[in-house]
């Protein structure tokens, strides 16, 4: 059973405008997700980070936001850039445990 | 180097074959990974290291699959007796520190067997 979940496989954007790419997870002891990105024939990038205790974390165009009722979260990417086309991954630290579990990724692509 | 630095960047093995593949982590970090990525999926864990101490080898799918880390810096994931459903890409990643801190990946290297 998955315990981080990316429901959807890719996206497509029109440059400038917002991108919204979302993961599920379904336990509720996770306190701390990561957000990366990976570009073809590389490793995957860290991009931004959120801890339990907040709901919300931005850095530049990248905000992530946390709803632990729902046990949702989302990357917005805004404005999205062509740059920003590459597959996404988020993840979560398996409970009691330092082990990262990653979902099967999101594909964005910005269309310019 | 700066980065998480994996070599070789490409293998190919004949099945049977032992491969080795080696990771440099980032200067100083503490926590090293090593994850399978096969394609069209996310990285799944393999084994996990605290300096030079395997903490957790739960994901190795075989015991064709060995780690080591002997003095808490380079690793290298042994692969014997290759299969073709070995076929992956094999990513390191490095962390500063063991719990809510980033993992640092390399460019992993891509396995295939044939």
């Known amino acids: 059973d998955q315990q981080v979940k990316q429901n959807s496989p890719s996206l497509s954007v029109q440059e400038g405008r917002i991108s919204i790419l979302n993961c599920d997870y379904t336990n509720s002891m996770f306190d701390y997700f990561l957000w990366y990105k990976k570009y073809p024939a590389e490793g995957p990038t860290f991009l931004i980070s959120i801890s339990s205790i907040k709901d919300k974390n931005e850095d530049g165009r990248f905000t992530v936001f946390l709803n632990k009722s729902a046990k949702h979260l989302s990357l917005h990417i805004v404005p999205s850039q ?31 | 180097g700066a980065g998480v630095s994996q070599s070789p960047r ?14 440099d982590p980032i200067s100083g970090h ?9 394609l069209g999926q996310g990285p799944e864990f393999l084994t996990y290291f605290q300096n030079e101490a395997q903490l957790d080898k739960s994901g190795l799918p075989s015991d064709r699959f060995f780690a080591e880390r002997p003095e808490g810096s380079v690793s290298t994931l042994k692969i014997q007796r290759t299969q073709q459903e070995d076929s992956a890409v094999y990513l390191c990643a490095s962390s500063l520190q063991a719990g809510n801190s980033p993992l640092h990946f390399g460019n992993g290297t891509r396995l295939t067997v044939t």
């Not at chain 1, 996404?88 to 964005?108: K, V």
């Not at chain 2, 004949?14 to 491969?19: E, H, I, L, S, Y």
């Open chain 1, 82 to 112: 062509p740059g920003d086309s590459a597959v996404y991954f988020c993840a979560a630290p398996s409970t009691g445990t330092y082990i990262y579990i990653f979902g099967t990724g999101t594909r964005l692509k910005v269309l310019a």
């Open chain 2, 10 to 23: 490409y293998k190919v093995a004949k099945r049977g074959q032992d491969v080795a593949l080696r990771c």
């Open chain 2, 30 to 38: 503490v926590s090293l990974f090593w994850y399978q990525q096969a």
